[in-house]
T-cell receptor, first 115, second 109 residues
């Protein structure tokens, strides 16, 4: 079984530019989550999709961040325009619904550097 | 929101030693997971353990939900166990997780 795939693995962009991160969850996992770790701080929740619907987006920092999951498969997280404080590692995770094993599988993350 | 505290923040062990990592949380939860972040930054799920005890090889975990804590045991530690161990909790099986600040473990030869 393929794991959660994220790309790019690294991205360096200038302040004011746009970046789009992609996450491919494990096939069949209806739940998809985005998290980020900035400046060596705690890993913080951004949002949660159930299939294509946003279940909880309480962690999205501001309207410069836009997440989509069209068709309920892969998800994208766009940052526009990027600011210096957006630098960090963005993680995606998925887990299935209703199987009894609810452990999250995380991707390897995208390290975003805004200069 | 819920608070998650992990202790100790840093731990240095010699290879072969045993250790216990602790996670305290401030409210009742239905989701508790332990993760290992390896030196390459990847988060590996170790246990989904909202209550009870589980074992996987040299690792085991116990959660006492009524007392709001969980313990991760590492026996016969190896250098590959190095990294940061995170505890994360949430209200449901499909919900956002609140992460602790982690325990940084270094296992030396």
């Amino acid at each position: 079984e393929a794991g959660v795939t994220q790309f790019p693995s690294h991205s360096v962009i200038e302040k004011g530019q746009t970046v789009t991160l992609r996450c491919d969850p494990i096939s069949g996992h209806d739940n998809l989550y985005w998290y980020r770790r900035v400046m060596g701080k705690e890993i913080k929740f951004l949002l949660h999709f159930v299939k294509e619907s946003k279940q909880d987006e309480s962690g999205m920092p501001n309207n410069r961040f836009l997440a989509e999951r069209t068709g309920g498969t892969y998800s994208t997280l766009k940052v526009q325009p990027a600011e210096l404080e957006d630098s960090g590692v963005y993680f995606c995770a998925s887990n299935p619904l209703g199987t009894g094993n609810y452990g999250y599988t995380f991707g390897s993350g995208t390290r975003l550097t805004v200069v | 929101g819920i608070q998650v505290e992990q202790s100790p923040p840093d731990l240095i062990l010699q290879e072969g030693a045993n250790s216990t990592l602790r996670c305290n949380f401030s409210d009742s939860v239905n989701n508790l997971q332990w993760f290992h972040q390896n030196p390459w930054g990847q988060l590996i799920n170790l246990f989904y353990i909202p209550s009870g005890t589980k074992q996987n090889g040299r690792l085991s975990a116990t959660t006492v939900a009524t007392e709001r804590y969980s313990l991760l045991y590492i026996s016969s530690s190896q250098t590959t166990d190095s990294g940061v161990y995170f505890c994360a909790v949430g209200p449901g099986t499909a919900s956002k997780l609140t992460f602790g600040t982690g325990t940084r473990l270094q296992v030396t030869l």
